[in-house]
């Protein structure tokens, strides 16, 4: 059964930094694209990074400089460093596993989610 795990959401202050964690299980993440994307209720969802395989990412314009992504594949864990946070930022974070290219992924899998607020 494909699992991802969402963790590292919280409250931060605007300017701070959090780290969040996605751990993988039920599939070899060696062989995945995974992607970060965002959601706010009522708004739609909005992707903001992906690894490929080979380590390639993409990161979308509205948070390229501030937050980063990679992937550690023998702990089946893909990351985001998010830094210089802002209120705009605050929303429920998804992992997932992507199909097609990152700059147009088609989201398959994703987990519950971690909550990211940050305080102005």
């Known amino acids: 059964e494909v699992q991802l795990v969402e963790s590292g959401g919280g409250l931060v202050q605007t300017g701070g930094s959090l780290r969040l964690s996605c751990a993988v299980s039920?599939?070899?993440?060696?062989?995945?694209?995974i992607g970060w994307f965002r959601q706010v209720p009522g708004k739609e969802r909005e992707g903001l990074s992906c690894?490929?395989?080979?380590?390639?990412?993409y990161v979308a314009d509205p948070v390229k400089g501030r937050f980063t992504i990679s992937r550690e594949n023998a702990k089946n864990r893909v990351y985001l460093q998010m830094d210089s946070l802002k209120p705009e930022d605050t929303a429920v974070y998804y992992c997932?596993?992507?199909?097609?290219?990152?700059?147009?992924?088609?989201?398959?899998?994703w987990g519950q989610g971690t909550q990211v607020t940050v305080s102005s």
């Open positions: 997932a596993t992507v199909f097609g290219p990152c700059t147009s992924p088609e989201y398959a899998s």
């Open positions: 039920g599939f070899t993440l060696d062989d995945y694209t």
């Open positions: 690894i490929s395989p080979d380590g390639s990412n």
